[in-house]
């Protein structure tokens, strides 16, 4: 598999970041180089049995239904852009689609 | 002893100092800060009793873990000026123990990278060759315990980004158990991955650290449950330990003054009565190329809370809310982080997430199988260089992201793996620091202390190896 | 030529728990924008999820109160997509090891008689929190209160045949979820949501059609609604010769049409992975048999004990259709009650009460004297719904709501002796005539007694007394 300019712009585009069109010659090589070095992952042969590593804590830790105060809402108006009577505000949807 | 309030004017005399020198390792830091954490320290050792095993250290802390009296910008336009509600699970447990927060350091933007040359903020000078790289993405903390200036510093590991600096700088690099050590206010690169680590002058230094910070933390779910690590037993020969030297971490182009400084440490261990054994771990050529998978996968994703909506420098772009997220990120990331970020998306994407992201996982499980097969077959410690070359110069891999990422060779598996893993100075070659590192068992880290600093004694003085 | 309607659904319920799913957040509905928000569950820097075994247990009842086999791993996943509402560009769900799968729901079909729908899977996740657009001109204004709230998602197979029948299998789903214990399942606070695939082929084909989702529906009565609109849209697409293409369509209630979403259609690309952040959600099977054991009866289960105890099946069904209801009647009984009597007064008065208050003002045991006041003939069934709508309002026993509105009847047989000797009295013809045969006559005597005793009078009391006097 090689990464090309249209497998960049998908990846730009899911990833919701604006690519310069002067930058993209570079980007592509570059992306190009990483992903062919990561190709001779392909050697090892195919094991589906093959469990995925994991350390820290065995499983999930379960914690009590307990409610516990959040943030107050001073709090929040002095991390963002825009706030205004307990709403976070952004520019409308457009085109966006939703989950 | 010295007390607090002595500390910190010290302390602040330090960071003017490096300041001045223009190793740009800080990115907050001031004396009345310095003052307040002073007059804290002060106060838990009256009301702390033992719990204040860290009165009189400044510890300098990256700038990716949060705090609520300085900012937090993970060397990232994105969050300059962000300033956390909450503080890191460490950086409270540091201030339990008597510490003082000495400052905040630089790092590769989002801890991306091997050379600290990736900050939004400038890059940070090896304190020995302003032309050299500390080594990343710690480069900040490792430059400043380098420097005298702190004698612990924290930093973060994905992939060796304590290590590494540490052994570019000529410190002691401490990376815990993955687990072992709560990653609560640690802002996520590749959480699998991810580790609060240690700089510490020398290797007492480190683990004191470790001692306060360690230990369950019901707000980490991948937190182990075991009680905060004690000091580690002082050792008085390492008769009857074994030690794997993995030939694949000894390739015939390593630089010949590592191999020199890692001889040395060989030497060393023998002198203190340790087997030394060639093992292998067969699998180690593919974890650079299962970590820049894994890595990337998990930061595009945790990357993603960046849009621009709740905090953090907004871009409005033109229109509507798809040009706001474009905007601030495509301009609030640099080129590292958001080439790490596509190659993320990619490996995750319909079509190629069994070929790339699957496919890592296969090769992380088969290295972590490496290292359990050698510490079942009775080898206690593995012992291997720490980075394939000694710092080098700015500019040389900027340009090349695998070059750089090949700096990561010898530390990245032990991140994959989970495991404890520390780099401790072996000497200088051409006046620059060389580094080995000790590899341990899941929650050995306490063995690998107790070697490590019967090691580090029987090396001093740190001359040069070649 | 015939057409099939081929119909799954996909529902959404909040799990009932006080705390979000992976934070201590309030989950309390209605609070004031952004009130109940924290680093976790608006996907500050560093935070980091930690589960609600509440929440987990709440979502195993649901699974296994549908038949799922609940399992002892899953995982966490992270789906990735960017929206103003979804703080940290990921939901943090389940992907390819889901809690629960496997399960089954019957129903009565009206077209097909007893259906059973395959329950695909159950799996727990976290909500996403609320864009406004009609708040702000121009902008969009975001509440993460509902951010991180728990949520089971069920899907169904494409088990139905038409919307009645939709209709059908979601009434008995909440009910089956609400029996569960796990959700409150009400559709007005958002505890419930219903997404719909649907797909028409010609009689007999066996492949699938082109299937389309429809969203935006707040009522059982307007899924119904809005997949008739659909399959009638879908059935003229083809038979004018088009194609049905794979959208996601809105349900506008008031014009009662589906329409296509505005937002441009994109192939979603969720790149689901593990969640790095939380291992693996391990159960041990003692404690699943735990959950099991612990599980109440079924609905249908229980409609049966009523029926069998004399109820009519109208009552029985009633009273079964939410599980608070049929708790209540239980209350009833054991406190002495006739299960007909009961019924009769949970399915007028009691009903009327919740439906209005949305609980039980008047406690089971209240309710039990003031039916034994009735039956005992201390106060008339009249009376009795007087005092039931007086014991609403307050604490008092019924007996002194009876006494305070002068509505215990007279009894004693000195009292109504001398009622009656007074109305003989006054009317001899009467007397005469009813004497002389005119038996019906005792219906006026009666009347003319109780109106004597301003209505006090016990009327079963009476008859009796006025038959000796009259022989
Ligand atoms: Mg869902
Ligand atoms: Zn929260």
Known sequence: MSIGEKEVLHAARLAELAVDEADLPRLVAQLGSIVAYVEQLAELPADETAAPHRSGAAGAPLRDDTVRRGLPNGALEALTAEFRDGFFLVPVRGTMAGG | MSTAREVAAATAAALERTGADGLNATLHWSRELLDREAAHADQVRRTGGTGSTLYGYAVAVKDNIVTTDQPTTCASRLLEGYVSPYNATVVDRLRAAGAMIACKTNLDEFAMGSSTEHSAFGRVKHPLDPDRVPGGSSGGSAALVAAGAVRAALGSETGGSVRQPASFCGVVGLKPSYGRVSRYGLVAFGSSLDAVAIFGATVDDA???????????????????????????????????????????????????????????????????????????????????????????????????????????????????????????????????????????????????????????????????????????????????????????????????????????????????????????????????????????????????????????????????? | MSWETVIGLEIHVQLSTRSKMFCGCSTAFGDPPNTNVCPVCLGLPGA??????????????????????????????????????????????????????????????????????????????????????????????????????????????????????????????????????????????????????????????????????????????????????????????????????????????????????????????????????????????????????????????????????????????????????????????????????????????????????????????????????????????????????ELRETDEPALDVAERLGLLQVREERALSEWIDEILAAHPTEVERFRAGESKLIGFFVGQVMKRSGGKADPKGIQPLLQAKLK
């Open chain 3, 48 to 389: 980091l999820p930690v589960t609600n075994g509440r929440a987990i247990e709440l979502a195993t009842r649901a699974a296994l109160m549908l038949g799922c086999a609940v399992h002892e791993v899953s995982i966490f996943a992270r789906k990735n997509y960017f929206y103003p509402d979804l703080p940290k560009g990921y939901q943090i769900s389940q992907f390819d090891r889901p809690l629960a799968t496997n399960g089954q729901v019957e129903f009565d079909s009206a077209e097909r008689g007893r259906v059973a729908v395959h329950i695909q899977r159950l799996h727990v996740e976290e909500d996403a929190g609320k864009s406004l657009h009609d708040r702000v001109p121009g902008r969009t204004a975001v509440d993460f209160n509902r951010s991180g709230v728990p949520l089971a998602e069920i899907v169904s197979g494409p088990d139905m045949r038409s919307p009645a029948e939709a209709r059908a299998y979601l009434t008995v789903m909440r009910q089956l979820i609400m029996y569960s214990g796990a959700s409150s399942c009400s559709m007005e606070e958002g505890s419930l949501r219903v997404d719909a695939n649907l797909s028409v082929r010609r009689a007999g084909e066996t492949r699938l059609g082109t299937k389309t989702e429809v969203k935006n529906m707040n009522s059982f009565a307007n899924v119904e609604r809005a997949l008739e609109a659909e399959r009638a849209r879908q059935i003229a697409l083809l038979e004018g010769g088009g194609t049905v293409q794979q959208v996601t369509l809105l349900f506008d209630a008031a014009a009662g049409t589906v329409h296509p979403t505005r937002a441009k259609e994109e192939s979603h690309d969720y790149r689901y992975f593990p969640d790095p952040d939380l291992p693996p959600l391990v159960l041990a099977p003692d404690w699943i048999e735990q959950q099991r054991a612990a599980l109440p009866e079924t609905p249908a289960a229980r409609r049966e004990r009523l029926e069998s105890s004399g109820l009519s099946p109208y009552h029985a069904g009633v009273i079964t259709a939410e599980p608070v209801l049929a708790d209540y009647y239980d209350r009833v009984i054991n406190a002495g009650v006739p299960a007909r009597t009961a019924a009769n007064w949970i399915t007028g008065d009691v009903m009327t009460a919740f439906n209005e208050t949305g609980g039980f003002p008047v406690s089971a045991s209240r309710l039990a004297d003031l039916v034994g006041l009735e039956r005992e003939g201390s106060v008339s069934l009249q009376a009795a719904k007087r005092i039931f709508a």
């Open chain 2, 207 to 466: 683990a004191r650290v470790l001692n306060a910070i360690s230990g369950h933390d019901p707000l980490d779910s991948t937190s182990v449950a075991a009680p905060p690590m004690g000091r580690p037993d002082a050792w008085e020969d390492l008769s009857g330990i074994r030690i794997g030297l993995p030939r694949e971490y000894f390739p015939a182009d390593l630089d010949p003054g590592v191999r020199a400084g890692v001889d040395r440490g060989i030497a060393a261990l023998k002198e203190l009565g340790a087997e030394v054994v060639d093992v292998s771990l067969p699998h180690t050529k593919y974890a650079v190329p299962a970590y820049y998978i894994v890595a990337p996968a998990e930061a595009s994703s945790n990357l993603a809370r960046y849009d621009g909506v709740r905090y953090g420098v907004r871009h409005d772009g033109e229109g509507d809310v798809r040009a706001l997220y474009q905007a601030t990120r495509g301009r609030g990331f640099g080129p590292e982080v958001r080439r790490r970020i596509l190659v993320g998306t990619y490996a995750l994407s319909a079509g190629y997430y069994d070929a790339y992201y699957l496919k890592a996982q296969q090769a992380r499980a088969l290295i972590a199988e490496d290292f359990r097969r050698v510490f079942d077959d009775g080898i206690d410690l593995l012992f291997t260089p720490t980075t394939p070359t000694p710092a080098f110069r700015a500019g040389d891999k900027t340009d090349d992201p695998v070059a750089m990422y090949l700096a990561d060779i010898f530390v990245c598996p032990a991140n994959l793996a989970g495991l404890p893993a520390l780099s401790v100075p072996v000497g200088r070659s051409e006046g620059l620091p060389i580094g080995a590192q000790i590899i341990a068992p899941y929650f050995r880290d306490s063995r690998m202390l107790s070697v490590a600093a019967l090691l580090e004694r029987a090396l001093e003085p740190a001359g040069e190896v070649r």
